[in-house]
């Protein structure tokens, strides 16, 4: 049993997250020590992938090992989970990312070590159960990020893009500070689980002060996620950042954000439900169908998938918006799922894509099944899946099932919600399907430039990415299992509206599963 009131204790408990920091601040200053090229950009990258893979090692040590007390660190299968997932992308970006800054030419060593860290500050969000670890957690990860989407200095539109990323940034960072400064104002503390106490003790579910900070905290985590309205940098941050990198924004960084969004809202905030749910909603559907509609106008492939991901967290907004730890479940297989294929489709980007900004559109996939028939395929399972097809696409249309079935079951069923979302992946198709019908319907164009050969580790996550994305669609049991029993508590459960027992997603939990 760890106490988390002693110091000894609270860096045990904090183990993976500190492999992943010291040695990425080793790394970096072995990377920092040699002047840049390519040699020296990708032994540093495989010695960070070798570092996120201790992490993994790490991480699956502490499952089930230990229990702890309640403080400003979880030890709980959410985090663990969500762990997997962050170090999962960790670990493609940096093998997308090596070979991507060569064929870019920006054989920058660095880029890998911030990768590192900023999915250090990711690990931390995951667990935090403390708004201050909330905060720190944000802004090493944002830190670093601000760093790589500007990384590529020959590319004016990827300065553009991280300068826009920064000022809004730090916007959205004093939301998230006012916010939390009004909700230590109302409650008297800044532990998740003390604030829920609270907020039934003294009666402040109707407190003005407490009820603005829940709105500012709405505010950051909004821009965090890239929900309407608060997603205008997306689209020229994910256009101007190396290809590597947008893929890490994209699915990564969001997975940590949602993270922690989901435990602040159900360990924090669960007996407001009610004030905070119709403002939740408004967003889910504002962040659908905006996300979808411009995502139909879109012919530059990194800008179409930046609409994507906006349409993706609207969907996920769903599953906050049931206000249960069935949301919370769900939420969990989706985001491995939408992570898998979204890599995978940008690997696929990385590796086509001839300029020198790392663009690729429409009409240079134009006709490739007939040059490239096995990108040509993968690329049409990472889109079937992220349109939620039920067969080679059958990982997004679980996780959306998912989705569906825990908005229906809380405790106040969301059929507008449900309503929506159906109707904006039935739109969705229209962008996802196009691309798959100018690779596989219309003729390669004549004189059109030859397409490069594959490379070692792009081509490995691709296949990787396409297997994993056909396995879970047809085997989900596994991850099912997990994403049970990976559900962050409702604190205080007495505060909690009156809920039906969360159902699991498929399949029953076995009581030897049940998180310490």
Known sequence: MLDLSIPLHLTVALGPELVVIVGGLLLLLWAAWRPDSVQHQRAVGIASIFVAILGLVAVGFYVNRFEATDGPIAVDNFRWLMDVVILLGTIATIALGIEDNERQGVPVAESHVLVLLASSGMMLLAGARDLMIVFLGIELMSVAVYALAGMNRRNPRSAEGALKYFLLGAFSTAFLLYGMALVYGATGSVRLAEIGERVV??????????????????????????????????????????????????????????????????????????????????????????????????????????????????????????????????????????????????????????????????????????????????????????????????????????????????????????????????????????????????????????????????????????????????????IIRYANIARPRVVPARAAMATPTPAPLMLPVHAGDVAR
């Open 201 to 478: 003790t003294y009666n402040l579910v109707t407190s003005p002060v407490f009820l603005l900070g829940i709105a500012m905290l709405l505010i950051g985590f909004g821009f965090k996620v890239a929900a309407v309205p608060f997603h205008m940098y997306a689209p020229d941050v994910y256009e101007g950042a190396p290809t590597a990198i947008t893929g890490y924004m994209a699915a990564t960084m969001k997975a940590a954000a949602f993270a922690a969004f989901v435990r602040v809202w159900l360990e924090a905030f669960p007996s407001a439900f009610e004030a905070w749910q119709p403002a939740v909603a408004f967003l889910a559907i504002l962040t659908m169908v905006i996300g979808n509609a411009i995502g139909l106008t879109q012919r530059n492939l990194k800008r179409l998938l930046a609409y994507s991901s906006i349409g993706h967290a609207g969907y996920l907004l769903v599953a906050l918006a049931s206000g249960s730890s069935q949301g919370a479940a769900a939420m969990v297989f989706y985001l491995l799922a939408y992570t898998i294929a979204t890599f995978g489709a940008f690997a696929v980007i990385s590796l086509l894509a001839r300029r020198s900004d790392g663009n690729l559109t429409t009409e240079d996939i134009t006709g490739l099944w007939h040059v490239r028939p096995g990108l040509s395929i993968a690329m049409a399972v990472f889109m079937l899946s992220l349109l939620g097809f039920p067969f080679f696409g059958g990982a997004g249309f679980l996780g959306k099932w998912y989705v569906v079935k825990a908005a229906l079951q809380s405790a106040q069923p969301q059929y507008l919600l449900v309503t929506v979302l159906a109707v904006t992946s039935a739109m969705a198709a229209g962008y996802y399907l196009y691309v798959i019908m100018v690779m596989f319907m219309r003729p390669r164009p004549e004189g059109a430039v030859a397409m490069p050969a594959s490379s070692g580790m792009t081509r490995a996550i691709i296949v990787a990415a396409a297997v994993l994305t056909i396995a879970i669609g047809l085997w989900p049991q596994w």
